[in-house]
């Protein structure tokens, strides 16, 4: 009934930028939190940003001053503007929510994740 779709990743040269796009769809009541988390190969998953719906964001520090979190709640979308990306910036990036279906118990959904690959 929802799901998660993440777009925008790729290749990219160090020092570059990428913008991720992650719009939620289905039989949405509502939106709590949302955020982008990566895994890196050999690593475990961890969170990058999250944000609330009222527009509060956080950031791990190792991101801080280089991401961007923003939602556009109209839009369902939550988006992740990565700016001066480091080779260690390389990981699948997955989009997460906290979604309350309507007419079911809300829930943490994750999309499927989309690859940001930056070369040296």
């Known amino acids: 009934q929802v799901q998660l779709v993440e777009s925008g990743g790729g290749l990219v040269q160090a020092g570059g930028s990428l913008r991720l796009s992650c719009a939620a769809s289905?039989?949405?009541?509502?939106?709590?939190?949302m955020g982008w988390y990566r895994q890196a190969p050999g690593k475990q998953r961890e969170l990058v940003a999250d944000?609330?719906?009222?527009?509060?964001?956080n950031y791990v520090d190792f991101v801080k001053g280089r991401f961007t979190i923003a939602r556009d709640n109209a839009k369902n979308t939550v988006y992740l503007q990565m700016n001066s990306l480091k080779p260690e910036d390389t990981a699948v990036y997955y989009c997460?929510?906290?979604?309350?279906?309507?007419?079911?118990?809300?829930?943490?959904?994750w999309g499927k994740g989309t690859l940001v690959t930056v070369s040296s």
């Open positions: 944000i609330t719906s009222g527009g509060s964001t």
């Open positions: 289905g039989n949405i009541f509502s939106i709590n939190a």
């Open positions: 997460n929510a906290e979604i309350i279906p309507r007419g079911y118990v809300g829930m943490y959904y």
